[in-house]
T-cell receptor
Framework: DAGVIQSPRHEVTEMGQEVTLRCKPI?????LFWYRQTMMRGLELLIY????????DSGMPEDRFSAKMPNASFSTLKIQPSEPRDSAVYFC????????????????FGDGTRLSIL | AQKVTQAQTEISVVEKEDVTLDCVYE???????LFWYKQPPSGELVFLIR??????QNEISGRYSWNFQKSTSSFNFTITASQVVDSAVYFC?????????????FGAGTRLAVHP
């Protein structure tokens, strides 16, 4: 079975450029999450969607960040304009059911996008 | 406030040694979930286990075992007879009712190095 697919795997761009990260969740999963991992702050949840609707975006750092989920099989995280402090590994994850359901369904993570802003 | 503390930043062991990774959590919720994830050098995050707050039974899966103790708010992870392939960063995470369960809070991670 295909897991969560993220693209690109690596992105290097100059400050001020627009960056778009892409994610394809596992088919049938109703929840999609965007995380950011840095040495300083560890793993942080940026935003998550349920049935394509953003539920909690309190982790989004600032207005330069935006996320969309136009359909059940695709999500984007956009940074415009990008800054060097945005350099991090960005993970997308999906899950079949909420964590409080009776089933033991965890969040499945993609391989991440390593973003470097010069 | 919800918080996960993994006090051990790095652990280094020799192959075949047993090693325990500590995880201490804080929450006022009575219903919550605890997780362990593994991040090998390749970078992906691999789910290992999920426990809910009502189930304090310890769990064993091969060389891996988990000890959940509500009295000390700990969810420790033990690898028996460690192997080089166990080298990775291990994260403990907490999901709570007040956080909507889906908003996992991760600890800082423990980097485990297993040497031959």
């Amino acid at each position: 079975d295909a897991g969560v697919i993220q693209s690109p795997r690596h992105e290097v761009t100059e400050m001020g450029q627009e960056v778009t990260l892409r994610c394809k969740p596992i088919s049938g999963h109703d929840y999609l999450f965007w995380y950011r991992q840095t040495m300083m702050r560890g793993l942080e949840l940026l935003i998550y969607f349920n049935n394509n609707v953003p539920i909690d975006d309190s982790g989004m750092p600032e207005d330069r960040f935006s996320a969309k989920m136009p359909n059940a099989s695709f999500s984007t995280l956009k940074i415009q304009p990008s800054e060097p402090r945005d350099s991090a590994v960005y993970f997308c994850a999906s899950s079949l059911e909420p964590a409080y359901s009776g089933s033991n369904q965890p969040q499945h993570f993609g391989d991440g996008t390593r973003l470097s802003i010069l | 406030a919800q918080k996960v503390t993994q006090a051990q930043t790095e652990i280094s062991v020799v192959e075949k040694e047993d090693v325990t990774l500590d995880c201490v959590y804080e929450t006022r919720d009575t219903t919550y979930y605890l997780f362990w994830y593994k991040q090998p050098p390749s970078g992906e995050l691999v789910f290992l286990i999920r426990r809910n707050s009502f189930d304090e039974q310890n769990e064993i899966s091969g060389r891996y075992s988990w000890n959940f103790q509500k009295s000390t708010s700990s969810f420790n992870f033990t690898i028996t007879a460690s192997q080089v392939v166990d080298s990775a960063v291990y994260f403990c995470a907490l999901g709570t009712l007040s956080g909507g369960y889906n908003k996992l809070i991760f600890g800082a991670g423990t980097r485990l190095a297993v040497h031959p």
